[in-house]
Nanobody
Framework: VQLVESGGGLVQPGGSLRLSCTAS????????MSWYRQAPGKERELVAT????????NYADSTKGRFTISRDNTKKMVYLQMSSLKLEDTGVYYC???????WGKGTLVTVSS
């Protein structure tokens, strides 16, 4: 299993970013996928989850209405569109395969003015 996150960077408060995760080594369409994040000095937390077909999504209360998770099973990719970013969204973002303890290296998102 390999997960490679990309798309992070420095953005001002109120800005937007789109994160991508490229997956390989497993049957992508058979698993739900999640995005997690870890802020400096804090534990890793769940941000959003998407079902196998993409029809079911769930979000942390802190990201509802601002973040959108999506997936493309033909490309084996999962995305996280983030808008109205806040300072507290800063952290390393990881994608994860549902039910398996595999993690990528993550992509750093820094929200700062």
């Amino acid at each position: 299993v390999q997960l490679v996150e990309s798309g992070g960077g420095l953005v001002q408060p109120g800005g937007s970013l789109r994160l991508s995760c490229t997956a390989s080594g497993f049957t992508f369409s058979s698993y739900y996928m999640s995005w997690y994040r870890q802020a400096p000095g804090k534990e890793r937390e769940l941000v959003a989850t998407i079902g196998r077909t993409g029809s079911n999504t769930n979000y942390a209360d802190s990201t509802k209405g601002r973040f959108t998770i999506s997936r493309d099973n033909t490309k084996k990719m999962v995305y996280l569109q983030m808008s109205s970013l806040k300072l507290e969204d800063t952290g390393v973002y990881y994608c994860k395969v549902g039910g398996m303890d595999y993690w990528g290296k993550g992509t750093l998102v820094t929200v700062s003015s």
